[in-house]
């Protein structure tokens, strides 16, 4: 995943052999790797890393400051005759490697990526310096919206945003610091990410669920044990009552349930059930009173956290204290007073970032909040240190877009702060950030996502499809979102070069052709064929920091190269498309609160009439996605979930005639919304019960035929190529586990 680290710049040494050891053991830096145990150890402490990780380090090793290429770890992993994906696998290796090392792929202290070749080993191996080259220094930070109000799949479509590269450079106040000690608790694989967790008061336990159950681990023995629940009873653990045996957890339920707030005892006993509605709860200091995010409404595309109430620990006494605007909020975190609260206020806006959002305190005494920090970039967690420093996470600054870090800001009585400190240098998103009574350990979540595109092959008219393959292979994200009009070429943006540009690649290349560069501190997004297929039409969201009514350009960039037109500009775009010759119509949709409103355009003259008729009611941008028809006569609509009722797909007719309901039993919601080639049905990725995600093709008279199953990555849209021959899709991988913050 795209990582990034503020490390020094290293100096260029002679290349050296490594010499002999008589133990055995190769150390480097604070590290030592016994090839005899088969252990890497930090300061002594092992470090869980699994084998193909410890292969390729090993290997590294026993050639420092030499290019290891990529065929020879192949080699010496897999067995000639072994079937692997072996570009995922590779990548995903070398990343848990650079996790387990504390390392970064931009920055590296230890393992440097050489472009199409392979890896070097930088730091000196038992005492004797390899040959190194000089890694460029980080960029100082960078803004993109995180993990905003919840999991799942809204938390996913919100990382959408992320991934379609809406994002800018910020700078944000730093100084120095001591030297903190980070090191990951637990140790899931991709396959199974962590999904909350948060430590003991006292900081000798660490609670934390997955997708098989709540577990206890012990923080400096690694003992780990699972915490009985009942079947069903999926939990995430958010806050430890003082006695140290009591959890309380937010309830996830089914996808078409409301979250709710319960007790759980480690010990055993069945969970107690405190709030019917709410999630994201925290006790105060001396466990007295709980502090929770609630909605107006028990639908779920509503929990996107609009209010904040307060009740006493048992659920008892609930009263609301701020909300009921188009505000949302980020879960609260206690004074050691315990008379103040602090969180994030966010809202909804056009670009990026597409949640602007501030850090607030609010005097519970007098009802009165200040803002004590705003900044483009910010995550949607706070944490209250016993000396008064509120902890939050910040986005990085290009390239290093998909990272962010805790900061540190200290807060006086009189509401005054100081400049940010700095506190973390790590890999992936930093959220759910929790801290011990004495201030001395922070947990906190490191999550990495690295969406990728894939082609997909259909067989007997669009009913079988072909496993994916994989096109890109870059360690960015890269989203698909059209095809050349001979379906021989996927257009997509990636952010492989810094900011998002558009890019163009073959089926059967290696490595993309850019179609438009985009300019320091702009982004490029949702690149579509115009009607003719020899142009595309594209936008530029606002930049990070911008009023949120300033205006998205859409622009048009011809194929054959060219510099690029703008054809209109209005807040709020959020997605276009066109229909194919002979039809010439064009949409476009344009979210203000409260609802999305649909425009007819021309991609050579520009805007043209609405279409009231098309106007959708949605709390946010993300509840709803829709597509047109390839003969220009038909729009797709489909709530993205959260529907007590069964999930419906609607079809409007954009002149006369009925429209029509498609219903999608079996699936809680729909993620994403593409017309087949031939309009004669689409393609939508349908919510499993547990998240899981299928892509499914919908007939327009209501058959359903499923094409793909995704259980152990995020799935997103299909694009189908002209001819109908094949299906563009990005799928994601990425690790989720949980860290400490140790001497901050």
Wanted: hydrophobic content about 40%; glycine content about 10%.
């Amino acid at each position: 995943m795209l990582e990034t680290r503020g490390a020094r710049l290293q100096t260029v040494t002679g290349a050296q052999t490594m010499p002999a050891n008589t133990d055995g053991n190769l150390r480097f830096g604070m590290f030592e790797l016994d090839r005899r145990a088969g252990e890497l150890r930090r300061n002594g402490s092992k470090v869980r890393l699994q084998e193909q990780p410890f292969q390729i380090l090993l290997t590294l090793l026993e050639r420092p400051g030499e290019v290891v290429t990529r065929e020879e770890l192949r080699s010496r992993l897999w067995p000639d005759d072994t079937f692997v994906d072996f570009e995922h696998s590779i990548n995903t290796a070398v990343r848990r490697l650079r996790d387990a090392l504390g390392d970064s792929a931009e920055n590296p202290r230890f393992v440097e990526t050489v472009a199409r070749r392979g890896y070097r080993f930088l730091a000196p191996v038992n005492g004797v310096e390899a040959a190194v080259t000089s890694p460029p220094l980080a960029a100082a930070a960078f803004d993109s919206t995180r993990r905003w109000w919840i999991a799942g799949p809204v938390g996913v479509a919100l990382f959408l945003g992320i991934v379609l590269g809406w994002h800018a450079a910020h700078r944000h106040a730093s100084s120095s610091i001591s030297n903190p000690s980070e090191r990951r608790l637990t140790a899931n694989a991709a396959e199974l990410p962590v999904t909350a967790g948060v430590i003991s008061s006292d900081g000798k336990y660490l609670a934390f669920t997955d997708a098989s159950g709540l577990f206890l681990r012990q923080v400096d023995t690694g003992e780990t044990h699972p915490v009985a629940l009942p079947v069903g009873f999926l939990a995430k653990p958010t806050s430890w009552f003082p006695d140290g045996t009591h959890l309380l957890v937010t309830s996830v339920g089914g996808p078409q349930e409301p979250e709710s707030i319960w007790e759980v005892s480690v010990v055993g006993g069945a969970p107690r059930k405190l709030v019917s509605q709410g999630a994201w709860p925290t006790l105060c200091p001396d466990g007295s009173k709980m502090a929770y995010l609630a909605s107006p409404t028990q639908f779920k595309e509503a929990a996107l956290n609009k209010e904040i109430w307060v009740a006493r620990s048992d659920g008892g006494e609930p009263r609301k204290l701020l909300g009921g605007g188009e505000d949302l909020f980020g879960a609260p975190a206690w004074s050691p007073d315990g008379i103040h609260l602090a969180y994030m206020r966010g809202r909804f806006a056009s670009g990026m970032p597409w949640i602007r959002s501030q850090l607030e305190v609010l005097d519970l005494s007098t009802g009165q909040s200040r803002v004590v920090v705003s900044a483009a970039g910010l995550g949607n967690d706070v944490a209250w240190a016993p000396d008064g420093r509120l902890i939050y996470s910040l986005a990085e600054s290009v390239p290093n877009q998909n990272d962010s870090n805790l900061w540190a800001v200290r807060v006086d009585r009189n509401g005054h702060s100081s400049e940010p400190t700095r506190l973390t240098h790590g890999t992936g998103g930093a959220s759910l950030i929790s801290i011990t009574t004495d201030g001395k350990r922070i947990a906190y979540f490191r999550q990495a996502v690295e969406p990728d595109v894939y082609i997909i092959d259909l067989e007997s008219g669009g009913r079988k499809a072909t496993p994916p393959r994989r096109l890109t292979f870059d360690e960015r994200a890269d989203v698909p979102y059209s095809w050349t009009p001979d379906s021989k070429s996927v257009i997509f943006i990636s952010d492989r070069n810094g900011a998002f540009s558009i890019f163009r690649q073959g089926m059967q290349d290696t490595e993309p052709d850019t179609l438009v560069r985009a300019r320091e501190h702009e982004d490029l997004a949702v690149p579509r064929l115009t009607p003719n297929g020899r142009s595309i039409v594209y936008l530029i969201p606002p930049a990070s920091g911008a009023p949120a009514e300033n205006p998205s350009r859409m622009m048009r960039a011809s194929l054959s190269g060219g510099p690029s037109q703008e054809i209109l500009e209005a807040p709020g775009i959020s997605n276009q498309q066109c229909a194919r010759l002979p039809s010439t119509v064009c949409i476009f949709s344009r979210f203000e609160p409260g609802h999305e409103r649909f425009f007819y355009f021309d991609p050579e003259k520009g805007l043209g009439a609405e279409i009231p008729k098309a106007e959708i009611n949605s709390i946010n941008a993300y509840d709803f996605n829709w597509s047109l028809s390839p003969d220009g006569r038909l729009l797709a609509m489909a709530r993205r979930e959260g529907m007590k009722q069964t999930p419906t797909i609607r079809l409007l007719p954009l002149s006369d005639g009925p429209e029509k309901l498609i219903p999608v039993p079996g699936w809680a919601g729909i993620g994403t919304l593409d017309w087949a080639a031939d309009g004669k049905s689409l393609w939508a990725t349908g919510f499993n019960s547990d998240w899981s995600k299928t892509l499914l093709n919908v007939s327009r008279n209501g058959a359903l035929h499923r094409m793909l199953d995704e259980k152990s990555m995020m799935l997103g849209w299909a694009i189908p190529s002209p001819n109908g021959k094949h299906l563009a899709i990005w799928k994601a991988h990425g690790d989720s586990n949980v860290w400490m913050l140790e001497n901050f």
